[in-house]
């Protein structure tokens, strides 16, 4: 059973910035791609930004130029900048491999809200 732990969520403003913490399994680490995905409150989890074991990273269309993905290897931790924060980017955020097929358990998540 894969372990992740996420944190760094919380309330801001629009406009506003968060950054996120994932703490995965060292196997998860260093063999994986790694992405968040975000659950809008009554809708699917959907990802929204990977990062892949070299370093190479990737996102939708909705958060790229705003978000930031990185992974810092000595201390294992998968990072989400998040900045000029939108409501839309409200929801429970959460890390796990890439694809979803590879996902056996997922985290508690971290809850991130924005408001207007």
């Known amino acids: 059973q894969v372990q992740l732990v996420e944190s760094g969520g919380g309330l801001v403003q629009a406009g506003g910035s968060l950054k996120l913490s994932c703490i995965p399994s060292?196997?998860?680490?260093?063999?994986?791609?790694i992405g968040w995905y975000r659950q809008p409150l009554g809708e699917q989890r959907k990802l929204v930004a990977g990062?892949?074991?070299?370093?190479?990273?990737h996102y939708v269309s909705a958060v790229k130029g705003r978000f930031t993905i990185s992974r810092d290897t000595a201390k294992k931790i998968v990072y989400l900048e998040m900045n000029n924060l939108e409501p839309a980017d409200s929801g429970v955020y959460y890390c796990?491999?890439?694809?979803?097929?590879?996902?056996?358990?997922w985290g508690q998540g971290t809850q991130v809200a924005v408001s207007s």
């Open positions: 060292t196997t998860t680490f260093d063999s994986n791609t």
């Open positions: 796990n491999r890439i694809p979803e097929n590879l996902i056996d358990s």
């Open positions: 990062i892949t074991k070299f370093g190479d990273s």
